[in-house]
């Protein structure tokens, strides 16, 4: 028996980004098969607002994610634009900002921890 599920970009409820306990200010994600409860592994979307920043935070595992729509800037003036496919390594330290907005899939494997 197959079981999937599919889901279309244009038709996603996102919720408040709340990863590390309390909301994240202009961040909203919707989950697609993203779980904290195994260890932080797993999918999903992720929407900064124009003027969004991420907590500081360090990896636990490796994170990578697609730019669909927008550009994120790192914390050392790295800039993704939309079509960058970007790995951060385990240990790595970093937090991103959007000046005028963006959506990412993130693929996750394990938890970051904000520092």
């Known amino acids: 028996m197959t079981k999937r599920s599919i889901?279309?970009?244009e038709d996603l409820k996102f919720e408040p980004f709340d990863n590390y306990g309390e909301p994240v200010k202009g961040m909203s994600w919707?989950?697609?098969s993203y779980d904290k409860s195994n260890g932080g592994f797993g999918t999903?979307?992720?929407k900064m607002d124009a003027?969004?920043?991420s907590l500081p935070h360090i990896h636990q595992g490796y994170e990578?994610?697609?730019v669909i729509d927008g550009?994120?800037?790192d914390a050392d003036?790295?800039?993704f634009k939309k079509g960058d496919f970007v790995t951060f390594e385990p240990g790595t330290k970093h937090n991103s900002h959007t000046?005028?907005?963006c959506l990412l899939i993130v693929f996750m494997r394990g938890i970051n921890k904000p520092i």
């Open 77 to 79: 003036g790295k800039i």
């Open 44 to 46: 999903y979307i992720l």
């Open 7 to 9: 889901k279309n970009i």
């Open 30 to 32: 919707h989950k697609i």
């Open 51 to 53: 003027g969004a920043k």
């Open 64 to 66: 990578e994610f697609y």
């Open 71 to 73: 550009e994120l800037e």
């Open 99 to 101: 000046k005028n907005g």
